[in-house]
Nanobody
Framework: QVQLVESGGGLVQAGGSLKLSCVASGRTFSDYSMGWFRQTPGKERDLVAA?????????YYKDSVKGRFTISRNNANNTLYLHMNSLRPEDTAIYYCAQQWNQYTDHERTTDFQLWGRGTQVTVSS
C-alpha cells in the first residue's frame, strides 16, 4: 500500500512563498503521474498541478496558479514538490498530494488520482 505524506504548509502573507513536499512510499514512484489538489470547506477538491510519470517532462497547472506555482519531482528520494510564489488569500486551502492508481497514465486524467495524502494547511493572509 502506497503512503503519501505532505509537509511544508503554514501561514504566509500575501505575496509570499511556500514550498510543499510529499514523500511517497513504494519502489515504483517514478512510474506514476502525481498531482497536487486543494480543498476549502464546502467545496470540491480541485486539481492545482500535475506532473507526468518518469522524469516529469509534462506538467499541468490550474489557470489561476500558472506563472506562480511550479510542480516538480525527485525520483531519487520519492518526493513530489509544489513551489508556490506570489501567494494570494484565495490560495488558502488544505493541499493534498495525490498519486494515480495505474502506472504510466496521463497526468491530466483527473479521475485517475485515487491515492491521497492527509493534507497540509496553507493559509495566506492579506
Amino acid at each position: 500500500q502506497v503512503q503519501l505524506v505532505e509537509s511544508g504548509g503554514g501561514l504566509v502573507q500575501a505575496g509570499g512563498s511556500l514550498k510543499l513536499s510529499c514523500v511517497a512510499s513504494g519502489r515504483t514512484f517514478s512510474d506514476y503521474s502525481m498531482g497536487w489538489f486543494r480543498q476549502t470547506p464546502g467545496k470540491e477538491r480541485d486539481l492545482v498541478a500535475a506532473i507526468s510519470w518518469g522524469t516529469g517532462r509534462g506538467a499541468y497547472y490550474k489557470d489561476s496558479v500558472k506563472g506562480r506555482f511550479t510542480i516538480s519531482r525527485n525520483n531519487a528520494n520519492n518526493t513530489l514538490y509544489l513551489h508556490m510564489n506570489s501567494l494570494r488569500p484565495e490560495d488558502t486551502a488544505i493541499y493534498y498530494c495525490a498519486q494515480q492508481w495505474n502506472q504510466y497514465t496521463d497526468h491530466e486524467r483527473t479521475t485517475d488520482f485515487q491515492l491521497w495524502g492527509r493534507g497540509t494547511q496553507v493559509t495566506v493572509s492579506s
